[in-house]
T-cell receptor, first 118, second 111 residues
C-alpha cells in the first residue's frame, strides 16, 4: 500500500515568510510524528499526535512552529517568520498506534521536505 | 535522559568487505534500540530493532546488530557490503513514542 507522503519535496523561501509543510500518513495509522533533520545532525523530535488526544508539542523549538492534524489524518507543520536556522529536512512518520512507555510501534517515515530559507 | 552517540561520521569501505557501525546509547531503563538507513532522497527505513531476548538481532538486507548492555552499545554489522549499501545510517533509542537519534554515519562503498 501507499507509504507516508510529504509535500512539497523541496521548498525555498525567503527569510520572514511563512511556510506550510504537509504530511499524509499511512491510511489507518493513528499516530503521527514530525522530526527535523539538520545538516550533520540526527533527527530531532518536534511533535507527536495520537488520535484525538492532545498532541505532545514538547519538541517544537519556538512559538513560530505549530502543527495541526485534521480529521485524524493529514497533518500540516507551519513555520511562521522563517529564519535561516530553520533550513533543514522535515520528516514525517506515522505508526499504527502510538507507543506507550515499555512498548513501541514501528514508525514509518516519509521522504521529507527539504526547506531552504534564504 | 536518553541519547545516542555514533562516533563515526563517515566510513569508506570496499565492496565485499565487512562493515561495522558503532552506536553507544544512554537510557534510564531497558532500551528499545533501532537502526535505520536513509538513502539519498528517501525516508528512513527500519533495518532492525532490539526490544529484549537474544542480544544478536537479524535485520533486513543482511544486517545484524549486537546489544551489549555492559558497554551500552548496539553496533551494526554486515559481513559483505554491496554498492547499494551506500547510505546514511542512524541508530536510535527510545521507548513509547519518543525516539532519540544519533547524528548518523555516512557509508561510502568503493568498487
Amino acid at each position: 500500500g501507499a507509504g507516508v507522503s510529504q509535500s512539497p519535496s523541496n521548498k525555498v523561501t525567503e527569510k520572514g515568510k511563512d511556510v506550510e509543510l504537509r504530511c499524509d500518513p499511512i491510511s489507518g495509522h493513528t499516530a503521527l510524528y514530525w522530526y527535523r533533520q539538520s545538516l550533520g545532525q540526527g533527527l530531532e523530535f518536534l511533535i507527536y499526535f495520537q488520535g484525538n488526544s492532545a498532541p505532545d508539542k514538547s519538541g517544537l523549538p519556538s512559538d513560530r512552529f505549530s502543527a495541526e492534524r485534521t480529521g485524524g489524518s493529514v497533518s500540516t507543520l507551519t513555520i511562521q517568520r522563517t529564519q535561516q536556522e530553520d533550513s533543514a529536512v522535515y520528516l514525517c512518520a506515522s505508526s499504527l498506534v502510538g507507543g506507550r512507555p515499555g512498548s513501541y510501534n514501528e514508525q514509518f517515515f516519509g521522504p521529507g521536505t527539504r526547506l531552504t530559507v534564504l | 535522559a536518553q541519547s545516542v552517540t555514533q562516533p563515526d561520521i563517515h566510513i569508506t569501505v570496499s565492496e565485499g568487505a565487512s562493515l561495522e557501525l558503532r552506536c553507544n546509547y544512554s537510557y534510564g531503563a531497558t532500551p528499545y534500540l533501532f537502526w535505520y538507513v536513509q538513502s539519498p532522497g528517501q525516508g528512513l527505513q527500519l533495518l532492525l530493532k532490539y526490544f529484549s531476548g537474544d542480544t544478536l538481532v537479524q535485520g533486513i538486507k543482511g544486517f545484524e546488530a549486537e546489544f551489549k548492555r555492559s558497554q551500552s552499545s548496539f553496533n551494526l554489522r554486515k559481513p559483505s557490503v554491496h554498492w547499494s549499501d551506500a547510505a546514511e545510517y542512524f541508530c536510535a533509542v527510545g521507548g513509547g513514542y519518543k525516539l532519540s537519534f544519533g547524528a548518523g554515519t555516512t557509508v561510502t562503498v568503493r568498487a
